[in-house]
């Protein structure tokens, strides 16, 4: 792995840990708020914890990554070695390791997120519900929604209603054109989760006493 390859992947493991402690407070505060008995039955505990298992798993691959850097060789034959000791070039087998982390992760988590965020909603207008909440976080949100949506079609902006996205989110101009590829990086990607973990919080907490039914699924 060359020298930039292990910066990005530095500051990338970082930010992973950074939001399994974010993920790791929030469900705690959701449990504390929880007044009910069958907390550890309630899908918006659960969810956050799946969030963070995913988080903590891509960690993992993270580090992988980074003990293919410090000793490539020797981790590299024990890999191929584990597949049936396929003949799998060292840079191929490298670069399908870091399209793992780079997509299943933003899948994966985008998933949970987002059908986390829309299943505590039950009734009426979805959209105007959103509005109860700070615009950055709602902008977030519809970024989150859209990334994930672009993951179907190989990375590009292609909603059903042929409409173009604008938001002004956290310093950002977010402009998706229809038929483009939607562009990111390491710093905006962790706004928009950070973000979408404080959502998925304030919408569980805004629903506990409304829906204490709700559970796992």
Avoid: W
């Avoid at 970024?143 to 409409?163: A, E, T, V």
């Amino acid at each position: 792995m060359n020298t930039n390859k292990n910066r990005i992947f530095k500051i990338v493991g970082k930010l992973l840990k950074r939001l399994t402690s974010i993920s790791y407070q929030y469900q705690g505060e959701i449990y504390e708020a929880a007044t009910f008995d069958n907390k550890d039955s309630d899908a918006r505990i659960a969810l956050m914890g799946f969030i963070r298992c995913e988080l903590i798993a891509t960690y993992f691959d993270y580090n992988n990554l980074l003990e293919l850097n410090n000793n490539p060789t020797i981790k590299l034959n024990k890999i191929k070695k584990s597949l049936g000791e396929v003949d799998i070039p060292n840079n191929i087998l490298e670069n399908i390791l870091i399209e793992h982390l780079r997509r299943n992760f933003p899948i994966h988590i985008y998933s949970l997120l987002e059908s986390g965020n829309r299943f505590f909603f039950k009734e009426g207008s979805f959209k105007q519900y959103l509005t109860k909440f700070d615009a950055d976080l709602v902008s977030a949100y519809q970024i989150l929604r859209h990334i994930r949506n672009s993951m179907h079609s190989n990375g590009y902006f292609l909603p059903n209603d042929k409409k173009d996205y604008y938001c002004y989110y956290r310093d950002y101009n977010v402009d998706y054109k229809y038929g483009d590829f939607v562009r990111t990086n390491l710093k905006f990607l962790y706004l928009v989760i950070s973000d979408n973990l404080k959502l998925y919080k304030l919408m569980a907490l805004d629903s506990l006493e409304k829906n204490p039914e709700i559970v796992l699924i």
